[in-house]
């Protein structure tokens, strides 16, 4: 298709094939690159009996295959559709002021800095700063190969529990932030909504972006009557790029609603699979003793300060094939 001569007469469908390409493209180049690993080993072993190769040669790229095995079992778990969009991510601070903002701006500051190690591309669409420290809510677009696969395991309430620094007497505090991760539409799926439905708010943006941003009406907030779902976004200087942005933000809650209620028919069907439910508390970061532990999982590492500097790999992986299993 993308040989033929009229191949970008229609440039939406030309982009909409090329994404296609592209995730065929990385689906064959894992299995090549496992076919090539046990190939070696095969070779290897043939070596190894005519003693033209040592035992820990043989080890040594055992160890190269089962990686390379394990690698493409984990990204086998991605295969719905939705696991290759972008992802957009929303953080609440929960009852607690100032300490459970604190705790929203710790948890962005994770999720920014494993994006940032993943080489994807941030961006902040909206954000409401806490009164004396830290955020009240924000939300991250996060843009790269399977975003939203390997994130969505993160919806759900993430508590925290350590000395307080906001506290002058020195007392262990427990904070909870709620994070919600769905998918951003793409050209690829398309979510038919009737104007008709729309209420739309225009106000002041908030937080940093100069004076323009703070002067005008430039943020906008978009609610669907229907479902009573909301989007905001401030994102631009522009009111009408806000605007596009905040029905692509709405588009992708109605999406996730929708795939909601698909999984809810799936776990009445099998009952044995874990629930992900909104409201579920499914992680405790606890600092003073040292661990960080997914309650889903129940994979726990002591490394809490690399946890929060966004070493969250094994976490994720642990949630999807235990996910799949």
Not at 89 to 98: K, P, S, Y
Not at 181 to 205: K, Q, S, Y
Not at 287 to 300: A, F, G
Request: proline share 2%.
């Amino acid at each position: 298709m993308t040989l033929d001569p009229n191949f970008w007469d229609d440039p939406k469908q030309a982009e909409k094939v090329l994404k296609e390409l592209k995730s065929h493209k990385n689906w064959v180049k894992q299995y090549e690159e496992v076919a090539t690993h046990t190939d070696d080993l095969e070779v290897l072993m043939e070596f190894l009996k005519e003693g033209e190769a040592t035992e820990g040669e043989v080890a040594e790229k055992y160890e190269a295959a089962t990686e390379a095995i394990d690698e493409l079992e984990f990204h086998s778990t991605l295969n719905q559709p939705e696991d290759e969009l972008a992802a957009v991510l929303e953080i609440n601070a929960g009852a607690g002021g100032t300490e459970s903002c604190d705790w929203s701006e710790m948890l962005l500051r994770m999720y920014l800095m494993w994006a940032e190690k993943k080489g994807f591309k941030i961006s902040e669409l909206n954000r409401q700063d806490g009164d004396v420290a830290g955020v009240k809510s924000v939300s991250i677009e996060i843009n790269g190969d399977f975003a939203y696969g390997l994130l969505r395991g993160e919806n759900g309430v993430h508590r925290l529990v350590r000395v307080s620094p906001f506290n002058s007497q020195g007392k262990r505090m427990t904070s909870f932030s709620s994070v919600f991760v769905h998918p951003m539409i793409d050209d690829r799926i398309e979510v038919e909504i009737n104007p008709a439905d729309l209420e739309w708010d225009t106000f002041r943006a908030s937080g940093a972006g100069g004076q323009h941003v703070n002067k005008t009406e430039s943020a906008v907030r978009v609610r669907h009557l229907p479902s009573g779902l909301v989007a905001e976004c401030q994102q631009e200087r522009s009111q009408h790029l806000n605007r596009e942005k905040a029905i692509q933000m709405l588009k992708s809650r109605l999406y996730e609603l929708e795939l909601e209620k698909q999984r809810a028919e799936k776990e009445k069907v099998e009952a044995s699979k874990m629930k992900n439910e909104w409201g579920s508390q499914i992680r405790s970061y606890v600092l003073d003793d040292r661990r960080v532990k997914d309650h889903r999982t129940n994979y726990q590492t002591s490394q809490t300060e690399a946890v929060l500097n966004g070493d969250l790999d094994a976490f994720i992986k642990a949630f999807l094939m235990t996910k799949t299993g």
